[in-house]
């Protein structure tokens, strides 16, 4: 998200607060398969917990920094 030098291929799956107002944490990994939801490489998944406010409004303004 957040390294523009990272295939696009990077999927992230976030972690919301109980209020679903910001997000604490993610999933980052190579994707899934789309028949079951299973991690393509879940050896190479990488669970991540943010110690910063994060808002879904903050991952849409990087999501248009890269993506315009």
């Known amino acids: 998200m957040f390294c523009p030098h990272v295939p696009v291929l990077v999927l992230f799956?976030?972690?919301?607060?109980?209020?679903?107002?910001?997000f604490i944490g993610a999933i980052c990994g190579l994707g899934c398969d789309e028949e079951t939801?299973?991690?393509?490489?879940?050896?190479?998944?990488?669970?991540?917990?943010?110690d910063v406010v994060?808002?879904?409004?903050?991952v849409s303004d990087v999501g248009q920094t890269y993506f315009p």
Do not use: Q
């Open 13 to 22: 799956d976030f972690s919301a607060d109980v209020k679903k107002t910001r």
């Open 37 to 50: 939801g299973e991690s393509l490489l879940p050896d190479h998944d990488i669970e991540l917990s943010f």
């Open 54 to 58: 994060l808002t879904p409004k903050d």
